[in-house]
């Protein structure tokens, strides 16, 4: 079955960088896209951006850009979320996410059906 | 990017209720649009996608409505684990985006 298991917690000082990772397992891993969501405390959902995991393409939200890298690793089933230039706001659980799409007979759909079990991570002087 | 509300922010409701929670996005994104169920300190769990579509293994007192701009998600006899926070997406963008939530909690 599909899994992603991340990299445990981490606390980090304002102004550091993070990098988290994300190991998929029980699919083709180059064959889906790979998500990053985060969830501050008390708060909803917020998407930082994805990666192909087959051509290494991006796509980053703007609020996230020049912040945030993915990348990946396909020897090591393994997708990687790096954040620079740490605030107290970045403190929050980050989920990765596999991608999955859909075909009818109109059109072409995309979910998140796959989560990792998230990582806390923790901005604190 | 494709700005989601989400409407009410929460609502109380007892066992056996019927709730209708609603997600509107800022464009027209056709049926683009998924709902997740949140309990507190898991991930985010699929329920619906493609506006409509309810994800195999979910039970069918869950069902989902819309296109264009205006979504609905329905939970037409609520069970003591549906009490949680349910979030709408977007993938019309090739930049997802949440709504902010509705929390659907005990009366």
């Known amino acids: 079955q599909v899994q992603l298991v991340q990299s445990g917690a981490e606390v980090k000082k304002p102004g550091a960088s993070v990098k988290v990772s994300c190991k998929a397992s029980?699919?083709?891993?180059?064959?889906?896209?790979v998500h990053w969501v985060r969830q501050a405390p008390g708060q909803s959902l917020e998407w930082l951006g994805w990666?192909?995991?087959?051509?290494?393409?991006?796509k980053y939200s703007q609020i996230f850009q020049g912040r945030v890298t993915i990348t990946r690793d396909t020897a090591a089933s393994t997708v990687y979320m790096e954040l620079s230039s740490l605030r107290s706001e970045d403190t929050a659980v980050y989920y990765c996410?596999?991608?999955?799409?859909?075909?009818?007979?109109?059109?072409?759909?995309?979910?998140?059906?796959?989560w990792g079990q998230g990582t806390l991570v923790t901005v604190s002087s | 990017d494709v700005q989601m509300t989400q409407s009410p922010s929460s609502l109380s409701a007892s066992v056996g209720d019927s709730v209708t929670l609603t997600c509107r996005a800022g464009?027209?994104?056709?049926?683009?649009l998924n709902w997740y169920q949140q309990k507190s300190g898991k991930a985010p769990k699929l329920l619906i996608f493609?506006?409509?579509s309810l994800l195999s293994g979910v039970p069918s007192r869950f069902s989902g409505s819309g296109s264009g701009t205006d979504f609905t998600l329905t939970i037409s006899s609520l069970q003591p684990e549906d009490f949680a926070t349910y979030y709408c997406?977007?993938?019309?963008?090739?930049?997802?985006?949440f709504g902010p939530g509705t929390k659907v909690d005990l009366k």
């Open positions: 029980g699919y083709t891993f180059i064959t889906y896209a």
């Open positions: 990666i192909n995991a087959g051509n290494g393409n991006t």
């Open positions: 464009q027209n994104i056709n049926t683009d």
């Open positions: 997406q977007q993938s019309y963008s090739t930049v997802f985006t």
């Open positions: 996410a596999r991608l999955t799409g859909y075909s009818d007979s109109s059109d072409y759909y995309e979910y998140l059906q796959h």
């Open positions: 493609a506006a409509s």
